[in-house]
């Protein structure tokens, strides 16, 4: 089974502050790579998919960007703010369909 | 223009009943999936049509789970003879195709099985 990784599992940052998530996957036969939010008790919001052909998206203050040969994305979040605190959660699929989730960085932006 | 919805938002039944959840994709979206959500197991994606092919069973659990799409459409999950370990957010996604394939996902169905 191809396997997620997120770290780290939890982050609390001042606001302002620039970030990045870590997005690790075994198995780099990937078709693509999608960021997602969540927020508490809700479903998840998507914020970027990269192509396997392409290295990076932007959108906003968001960017992520993908590796395929270490295995590896981030995601950079510039000029945090508390409306970011929520779960983040990177997911890849190597078949075209199926999304294989990592378990999520929970992000905390303190006022 | 409107997104995934499911009902109900929570449903709670006891153990050994039977239970139906609904997903409507976004209109136009000829890919839909179902992920089931539990503490401690993450999001695994459970069954997924496109179009009018044979739809991809492989990541339902049990055979107590099933699932059916009606017109290219609205799709109905289906868990009988509920157990605890069904406790669980059941969510449904869709995507324009499944090459494109950014999914978009609904809130969720929260079930509770006492």
């Known amino acids: 089974k191809q396997e997620v990784t997120q770290i780290p599992a939890a982050l609390s940052v001042p606001e302002g502050e620039n970030l990045v998530l870590n997005c690790s996957f075994t198995d780099s036969a990937i078709y693509n790579l999608q960021w997602f939010r969540q927020d508490p008790g809700k479903g998840l919001t998507s914020l970027l998919l990269?192509?396997?052909?392409?290295r990076e998206q932007t959108s906003g203050r968001l960017n992520a960007s993908l590796d395929k040969s270490s295995g590896r994305s981030t995601l950079y979040i510039a000029a945090s703010q508390p409306g970011d605190s929520a779960t983040y959660l990177c997911a890849r699929s190597n078949s075209g369909y199926a999304l294989n989730f990592g378990k999520g960085t929970s992000l905390l932006v303190t006022p | 223009g409107a997104g995934v919805s499911q009902s109900p938002s929570n449903k709670v039944t006891e153990k050994g009943k039977d239970v139906e959840l609904r997903c409507d994709p976004i209109?136009?979206?000829?890919?839909l999936y179902w992920y089931r959500q539990s503490l401690g197991q993450g999001l695994e994606f459970l069954i997924y049509f496109q179009g009018n092919s044979a739809p991809d069973k492989s990541g339902l659990p049990s055979d107590r789970f099933s699932a059916e799409r009606t017109g290219g459409s609205v799709s109905t999950l289906t868990i009988q003879r509920t157990q605890q370990e069904d406790s669980a957010v059941y969510l449904c996604?869709?995507?324009?195709?499944?090459?494109?394939?950014?999914?978009?996902f609904g809130p969720g169905t929260r079930l509770t099985v006492l």
């Open positions: 996604a869709s995507s324009w195709d499944s090459s494109r394939n950014e999914q978009f």
């Open positions: 209109s136009g979206h000829t890919a």
């Open positions: 990269i192509q396997s052909s392409q």
